[in-house]
């Protein structure tokens, strides 16, 4: 099965594998900016269905939550299915939540469709992933998952201000609509763009539950975790800090963030490339660049110059480590791809949630506000030596099988 998947793949020309990865970065868009939409949209959304802003937050707090948990769940209920019909499945039931969305009439239903989004979220994301490595060419298994993965980030720079401007403009509704109809696009194009690559060999739930549970691959998820975490403990708070320590307007606030943003795209494809000529040392230099950027933000951010130089090399950081993260879940996997990839996007959601909860004790304890950063920093730094336990654990491994051959 797996000689068959390789010559299927080696026999995609170039415009057909580089039409394949497109359409699957065109997918994690629409997905990242759906996840993203209601944080810029919670003041109509209140105002439109009478409830308070931090009950409309669980808009937010909700979809997360069903990431985490659905998509793990999902991944190894369907893991035998091929995975085209992983993604045109999926993808049709995060069309249906985003419809649901659209029409909702109260915020009970609207909180329904978002929960349905979701829960295909996470099985999405994860077959995606998998799906790039497969479609790439032997040595590029990276770049096509940076690639792809390049649509989130993207996502971010344009995707959630475009639909927070469409929103205040046209009414919340209306980016929803748009998101649920390039969805419905991306799922059309997947039925026919996407190759039906053969399935490797799955092996049983049981099995597929007995490799994610191994120490070493649960290092991997941790190293997720606080490599994440550790990025969104202090960028949850970075338009405060930004606007009560460095002083910007709220005009140039938002240049900073598109800084960001720019930094985050080039470091995800750089990362990426990298990563297929030397994976760890690629996570561990993208690591250790995290942990100092924030560190050094702590005082760049007192001067508005050396502030904007920091964020763009933060962002540069930030992102160097998600391609070489998801190839080395991949290889820890063996014969629980989906289920495993989609662990690992519970646990960047994990790290999301675990990073702003740390931000925000920071806040409120005598530390403040400036504090957050170095605070940050500190929590990569445990990312890095979960790495370096992940390489001692590797190399422990290959000395003990090579003391059996």
């Given at each position: 099965m797996a000689d068959s998947q390789?010559?299927?793949?080696?026999?995609?020309?170039?415009?057909?594998?580089?039409?394949?990865?497109?359409?699957?970065?065109l997918t994690v868009f629409a997905i990242g900016t759906a996840e993203l939409l209601p944080m810029g949209l919670l003041m109509p959304i209140a105002n439109e269905t009478g409830v308070s802003i931090s009950i409309t937050g669980m808009l937010v707090t909700g979809y997360a939550l069903g990431v985490v948990f659905g998509g793990p769940v999902l991944s190894a209920i369907t893991g035998r299915l091929p995975r085209k019909i992983?993604?045109?499945?999926?993808?049709?039931?995060?069309?249906?939540g985003g419809i649901v969305s659209t029409v909702a009439p109260s915020f009970g239903v609207l909180l329904v469709g978002r929960i349905i989004s979701s829960l295909a979220h996470g099985t999405l994301f994860g077959t995606m992933i998998v799906t790039a490595k497969e479609l790439a060419q032997p040595g590029k298994e990276g770049r096509s998952i940076a690639l792809v993965g390049s649509g989130l980030t993207v996502s971010v720079i344009l995707g959630a201000p475009l639909g927070t401007l469409l929103g205040h403009q046209f009414g919340w509704r209306f980016p929803f609509l748009v998101i649920t109809c390039l969805s419905t696009a991306a799922l059309l194009g997947i039925m026919k763009l996407i190759p039906p690559l053969p399935r490797v060999e799955v092996g049983s739930l049981k099995r597929q539950l007995r490799i994610v549970s191994r120490p070493s691959?649960?290092?991997?998820?941790?190293?997720?975790?606080?490599?994440?975490?550790?990025?969104?403990?202090?960028?949850?708070?970075?338009?405060?800090?930004?606007?009560?320590?460095?002083?910007?307007?709220?005009?140039?606030?938002?240049?900073?963030l598109l800084i960001f943003g720019v930094g985050s795209f080039i470091g995800n494809i750089?990362?990426?490339?990298?990563?297929?000529?030397q994976l760890m040392p690629t996570l561990l230099g993208g690591i250790l660049l995290l942990a100092i950027s924030m560190a050094?933000?702590?005082?760049?951010?007192?001067d508005k110059v050396a502030t904007v130089i920091s964020v763009f090399v933060w962002g540069i950081a930030s992102y160097s480590i998600i391609a070489p993260l998801n190839i080395l879940v991949l290889q820890k996997a063996g014969d629980a791809q989906e289920l495993a990839s989609a662990l690992n996007i519970s646990a960047f959601n994990m790290g999301n949630a675990i990073g702003a909860f740390i931000g925000g004790l920071v806040i409120d304890s005598s530390l403040g506000l400036s504090a957050v950063p170095?605070?940050?920093?500190l929590v990569a730094m445990i990312g890095i030596l979960l790495a370096i336990w992940s390489i001692t654990l590797d190399q422990q491994e290959y000395r003990k099988a090579g003391s059996f051959s």
């Open positions: 390789k010559l299927l793949t080696n026999s995609l020309t170039n415009r057909e594998r580089t039409a394949a990865l497109l359409l699957l970065t992983i993604l045109s499945l999926f993808l049709c039931i995060f069309v249906i691959f649960l290092l991997v998820l941790l190293i997720t975790i606080f490599g994440t975490g550790g990025t969104f403990a202090a960028f949850t708070y970075i338009t405060p800090i930004l606007e009560g320590i460095s002083g910007f307007s709220e005009g140039w606030i938002t240049i900073v750089v990362g990426g490339r990298l990563a297929d000529k050094i933000f702590t005082w760049a951010s007192h170095w605070v940050a920093s």
